[in-house]
């Protein structure tokens, strides 16, 4: 025969020890909680901070791209900038020393000649005022219906005169033909005249 005591002594330590066993399970259940939210949180941070890291990849490679594209962009300037310099210059020299002996259509033709190039040289110094504002915000083309007949005929008066005696420059466009194209009048005005100058 098994005493009272024994029973109540034998449930009551079988109550402690579940009840540790049920708190260790609740612990060992908060614990793996608690490594699952921070593996994820983890995992969360390692791609966030992967991800700025391409981010920072890509922006130096932009911000390399963008200096060898500035230094493109000076080095034409520079190029655009002393081809009119030359021309008005040469013009000047020629007023200065023949200026006397020249007929008046030939003395207004020289002057013409230098308000379309310092003209030109307004264009360029605009363009680079243009890029600044190209690299602050988006740029945009302004696009509108353009003579290419009237654009090239401008271009030939302004350049054929300069060349030298080795290089002729000749114009064939059809007369009852305006060739009317969409474009920016800006951008591809200097498209044709770069197109000149590696003449």
């Known amino acids: 025969n098994v005493s ?7 449930l009551s330590r ?7 066993i049920n708190r260790y399970a609740n612990q060992y259940s ?10 994820v949180a983890i995992e969360q941070k390692t791609a966030h901070i992967s991800e700025i890291n391409r981010d920072l990849v890509n922006t130096n490679k932009k911000l390399l791209s963008n200096e060898e594209a500035r230094k493109n962009v000076m080095s034409n300037v520079s190029h655009d900038l002393r081809t009119p310099i030359t021309a008005i210059r040469g013009y000047a ?17 020289y002057l013409n000649n230098i308000l379309k190039r310092s003209q030109q040289m307004e264009r360029i110094v605009s363009d680079i005022v243009e890029i600044s504002k190209m690299e602050a915000s988006n740029f945009e083309f302004n696009f509108m219906d353009i003579s290419l007949n009237e654009l090239l005929d401008e271009l030939y008066m302004l350049y054929s ?16 033909d305006l060739m009317i194209v969409k474009a920016d009048p800006k951008r591809i005005n200097r498209v044709f005249e770069n197109l000149l100058f590696f003449f």
Do not use: W
């Not at 908060?30 to 593996?39: G, I, N, P």
């Open 4 to 10: 009272l005591y024994a029973i109540f002594y034998f």
């Open 93 to 109: 020299e020629l007023l200065l020393k023949g200026g006397s002996t020249m007929s008046e259509d030939q003395k207004n033709s």
């Open 161 to 176: 005169a300069d060349l030298p005696a080795t290089k002729k420059l000749t114009l064939s466009i059809p007369e009852d």
């Open 14 to 20: 079988l109550s402690i020890l579940s009840f540790f």
């Open 30 to 39: 908060e614990l793996v909680r608690a490594s699952t939210h921070l593996k």
